[in-house]
């Protein structure tokens, strides 16, 4: 990277910054409902290298991304030509509508985080870009406030109407182990999962369709649900408040596929803070049963499955050493997580690759992940 930023900028980079992935093991499309995740960074990451400008200018490259961005402070656009760079120019709005005075840089990226799979390779662009913002503008940032400015770049300026999980987990997640976050209080609490247990990323690696119409309805699905429950029970605020008895007890009175997103909500929640119990011990039936519930729900109830996520949870079914397995990310195509006996993860991941190539024609991408450290700035020798 270091050889490219001087070929390109003529220069060296001064100062990097590092923002993982991350994977969610619990809780599909909770974060929007103040509800819980059971989430983890993953050992893949965005890396940006930058030198300060002495304009108000911004030049960004990648080194996996067509396009390029030359930018002015004064004027930010969206770029449809080269969208990953409105992440970067989002960044650099939601900042100055807060007041922030912010100088220039030269950057440039380069992600190990596949794009486009689900494992929130905007959010380690968004992370990685604010960190550089902020030191070349000699602004503090706490964690949160960088992850609700990510989520901002996103609801604000991109136009996804995304929930704060992914910001959230590249910039307070940790190394070696999980979170359980709470999406109301943007707390969390460290989970250990057992050291015999890896988590293993399967990525149908065919094309996502339809993702964020999609997402935005099933949003605007879960909405009149709480709104319902709210009418006679003023303390609900949104589905998180939800138990599954007062949702029996109205859910004759929902629209059907309304009914159908509220219970997999609710029921969901519960399963996070079942596995958040159930990670540290290793369980392999109760993990097993849990992803295997959020499968189900997932393409029953919340209907985010796709052609190739069944194909891969198809491919995964006898496995060696295959305790668990479920969607991750959005749905609507992209990876499944499952969790493999760590001894056995080469087995699995050959085993998974074989029978998923052979029935789609397509050549997936398996691999196991360790959480690691969350965003921040590396000192580069
Ligand atoms: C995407 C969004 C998140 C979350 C997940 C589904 O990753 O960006 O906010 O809603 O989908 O859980």
């Known amino acids: 990277m270091r050889l490219e930023f001087a070929q390109r900028y003529d220069a060296q980079p001064t100062a990097w910054f590092r923002a993982p992935g991350r994977v969610d093991l619990m809780g599909s499309h909770t974060d929007y409902n103040d509800g819980f995740v059971a989430t983890m960074t993953v050992n893949r990451d965005t890396w940006m290298a930058i030198r300060p400008r002495d304009d108000r200018r911004v030049r960004i490259a990648s080194l996996n991304l067509p396009g390029t961005a030359d930018f002015s402070l004064e004027a930010i656009e969206h770029d449809a030509d080269v969208p990953w760079t409105d992440y970067v120019r989002g960044a650099a709005g939601v900042l100055q509508d807060d007041g922030a005075e912010l100088a220039g840089f030269d950057g440039l990226l380069h992600s190990t985080v596949p ?222 997580v499952a969790i493999v006996e760590r001894e056995r993860v080469a087995a699995f991941s050959a085993s998974v690759a074989r029978a998923y190539a052979d029935a789609t024609g397509i050549e997936p991408s398996i691999f196991g992940v360790e959480a690691s450290a969350g965003a921040c700035p590396v000192e580069v020798g």
Request: aromatic fraction near 4%; include cysteine.
């Open 115 to 336: 794009f486009g799979s689900g494992l929130s390779s905007s959010a380690a662009i968004e992370m990685a870009t604010l960190l550089a913002f902020a030191a070349v503008s000699s602004i503090d940032l706490e964690p949160l406030e960088l992850a609700l400015l990510g989520q901002r770049v996103e609801n604000e300026f991109v136009g996804v109407s995304c929930g704060i999980l992914d910001q959230y987990t590249s910039v307070l997640g940790a190394a070696g182990h999980a979170l359980l976050l709470d999406c109301r209080s943007l707390t969390s609490t460290p989970v250990s999962i057992a050291p015999e247990l890896a988590v293993v990323i399967c990525d149908t690696r065919a094309p996502r369709q339809l993702a964020g119409s999609e997402y935005d309805d099933r949003r605007a699905q879960c909405e009149p649900g709480a709104a319902h429950m709210a009418r006679s029970n003023p303390g609900i605020k949104a589905l998180r408040d939800v138990s599954l008895e007062l949702f029996e007890a109205h859910e004759a009175e929902l629209e059907p596929v309304v009914a159908r997103r509220c219970r997999f909500i609710i029921e969901e929640n519960q399963r996070v803070l079942d596995l958040a119990q159930a990670l540290p011990g290793g369980d392999r039936d109760h993990l097993g049963r849990l992803f295997h519930d959020s499968w189900v729900g997932a393409t029953q109830l919340f209907e985010i499955g796709a052609p190739s996520m069944t194909a891969m949870h198809d491919a995964m079914t006898g496995a060696p050493g295959l305790i668990a397995r479920r969607q991750a990310g959005a749905g609507f195509g992209g990876c499944l």
